[in-house]
């Protein structure tokens, strides 16, 4: 399972002209969910982003989790970070999970997210979504496990 993460002041997904998630300081994480993946997998994914200390202390030194820092999380399924991309110039995507399976451990995460108190928004599974943020810093790491 892959999240890819990046530190925002302002993110929000549009689907069919509506926003259907938006968030002001937080993560914008775009989560790839692969053949192999469990409810374990998706759990310690989750905990990592969360503890993930990116946010600035008092010294602007990244000391702080999202939790620590009073953010909040749009979590977009991003079924393209589990591409095959080594050989040829198209990508493969025979390592992402079947949509029924990504679903149900992307939504495992948004839930997990949602238990240990964080404001956690989505877009809409297996949407066509305009992604729009304000990447703060620019931030940006790519978690797996």
């Known amino acids: 399972m ?3 993460i990046q530190r925002v002041t ?3 997904v549009v689907v069919d002209k509506k926003t259907v998630g938006q968030i002001g300081s937080g993560l914008l994480v775009l989560l790839g969910v692969e053949k192999d993946d469990d409810e374990q997998k998706a759990k310690r994914l989750c905990e990592k982003v969360l503890g993930y200390r990116i946010f600035g ?3 602007g030194k990244m000391n702080l989790n999202v939790k620590q820092a009073g953010g909040s999380l749009l979590v977009v ?3 393209t970070l589990a591409a095959e991309t080594n050989k040829g110039m198209r990508p493969s995507f025979s390592g992402g999970a079947e949509p029924e399976k990504a679903d149900q451990l992307y939504q495992y995460f948004v839930q997990e997210s949602r238990q240990q108190g ?3 928004e989505t877009g809409i ?3 066509d979504m305009q992604v729009s943020l304000t990447n703060d810093g620019p ?3 790519w978690l797996q496990v």
């Open 118 to 120: 964080i404001v956690t």
């Open 125 to 127: 599974f297996a949407a």
């Open 57 to 59: 202390d008092e010294q």
């Open 10 to 12: 302002h993110a929000s």
């Open 139 to 141: 931030v940006t790491f």
């Open 2 to 4: 892959i999240a890819l």
């Open 77 to 79: 399924s991003q079924f």
